[in-house]
């Protein structure tokens, strides 16, 4: 009796751990133009007919939504009997996600882009990236060294690494930057990593003075749990790993109730607005705010540097949707023109985002939450700038703005990391011309904030 007990423990155990196929998965971009077809939309996720790949759904905002294969027809029928456009962009997920682990022969084939063992011509796993951690020390003796700012719901150390030119110097210009807080944007960690190399070895004068007169704390992974988890068991998986949370789910995987949304977690107005009180919910914040130990591992972190210097910097890397959003994202335009420098924290970002644009014609929006994407609490971007005061913290959503989504192929790595770090040298421009380097701060009119509003726009 207990060799079948354990037998089926075993079976049990294999089942929760099997890796999720997406053969024959298709993706549909679909446009409510009603609240009732927003309300119908929400009904369809809820019975298990598709997901959603949306945070939220409002009217007249393009959704994506995710269906297996079994439901395809019902699916269609569904939305036609309710006269709602649906536009197929992805077939064969899989096919997709299979793509992105094999090296890209455009990408391989071009100069500069590898350094040591990494390469930016495919997405690594936490394996790659840490060994690649650990080789940067060893080559960079003196400048760059490992950090761990904790460690995750399964134990996982959170790496990364701090690049410091001058460590003797008196004072200090700080800049951090996380990557793959869900786990499934696999392109913030290419990017992050990136302008680590970017940092190492550009010979750009702009890039090395950044690099050169500024500490930075660089972490790829944040969620190394979650994103693990995308490479063993499940490619969609958005949250961390927590299990305390488990309860059936209905007509979804009971596996959703495991997790937390980590950015909506951190402590930050929480759950108060653009959050699920849901375990089931991709965006469930959880039961107390910064309850997760890698929300707790960064808040910590960040406590940790910001009176070792003047904190500048603060960057969040998410995808999708080519947005930088500025803060804070729990209330409206007519809230955030109180805040502290909006008026020079939106100049330096759209300044950057026309800079941006500039090489591929690539559209970054610039502006709030509310304005741009949709309004949330509990952010990782929002928390840092209201508890440290830092100058500059912004979430930068990267490619795409839907077509691949979530599954941007490794083709599209180094163009997005190219675009991504004109950006950042156009906004420390910004940023030293207004005086933060040394401490002043400069006003930027109403008219001069126009101005800028105009160069994201064109």
């Known amino acids: 009796m207990k060799i079948l007990l354990l037998f089926l423990f075993v079976g049990f155990l294999e089942v929760l751990t099997q890796k999720q196929t997406f053969e024959g998965y298709k993706v549909y971009k679909i446009n409510p133009k009603t609240e009732n077809d927003v309300e119908f939309i929400k009904k369809l996720q809820n019975n298990g007919i598709g997901e959603l790949w949306e945070d939220q759904v409002h009217v ?4 994506r939504v995710m269906v297996p294969p ?23 997920m899989q096919r997709i996600i299979d793509n992105q682990l094999l090296p890209d022969v455009i990408s391989r084939n071009s ?3 590898s350094l040591l ?5 495919r997405y690594h796993n936490l394996d790659d990236i840490n060994k690649w951690l650990d080789e940067l020390v060893i080559n960079y003796p003196g400048i760059v060294r490992n950090v761990t700012m904790g460690t995750s719901f399964e134990n996982r150390e959170i790496r990364g690494i701090v690049i410091n030119y001058k460590p003797d110097r008196e004072e200090k210009l700080i800049g951090m930057l996380e990557g793959t807080l869900h786990a499934r944007e696999w392109i913030s960690t290419a990017v992050v990593n990136w302008i680590i190399k970017e940092l190492l070895t550009s010979t750009d004068p702009v890039i090395r003075s950044m690099a050169e007169n500024i500490e930075w704390h660089i972490f790829p992974v944040v969620n190394p749990d979650g994103y693990v988890y995308t490479f063993t068991t499940n490619r969609m998986w958005r949250k961390n790993r927590n299990t305390r949370n488990f309860t059936s789910c209905g007509a979804v995987s009971d596996d959703m109730s495991n997790g937390i949304d980590l950015n909506r977690n951190f402590d930050f107005a929480w759950r108060t607005v653009g959050f699920s009180s849901d375990p089931c919910s991709n965006t469930f914040a959880g039961s107390a705010a910064a309850s997760e130990p890698e929300t707790q591992a960064i808040e910590n972190y960040v406590r940790s540097i910001k009176d070792q210097g003047k904190f500048i910097y603060y960057y969040s890397f998410h995808s999708y949707t080519q947005v930088i959003i500025v803060p804070y994202s729990n209330g409206t335009s007519a809230d955030v023109l109180q805040a502290d420098n909006y008026a020079d924290m939106f100049e330096i970002a759209a300044r950057g985002a026309a800079k941006a644009k500039e090489r591929y014609g690539t559209v970054y929006r610039v502006g709030i939450a509310a304005d741009v994407l949709y309004v949330m609490s509990g952010s990782s971007f929002d928390w840092v700038k209201q508890e440290t005061g830092v100058s500059v913290s912004y979430l930068i959503e990267l490619r795409d703005t839907g077509d691949f989504g979530f599954l941007l192929p490794a083709s599209q ?39 800028v509003c105009v160069l994201v726009y064109v």
């Open 60 to 63: 007249n905002y393009e959704a």
């Open 413 to 451: 790595i180094i163009p997005n990391s190219l675009e991504i770090v004109d950006s950042l040298i156009e906004m420390d421009k910004v940023t030293r011309r207004l005086g933060y380097y040394s401490g002043a701060s400069s006003f930027v009119s109403s008219l001069s904030l126009i101005i």
């Open 70 to 92: 079994e439901n395809v027809q019902l699916f269609l029928e569904n939305i036609k009997e309710e006269k709602i456009d649906a536009q197929e962009l992805i077939s064969d």
């Open 111 to 113: 100069a500069n882009t």
């Open 117 to 121: 063992s990494m390469t930016w011509d």
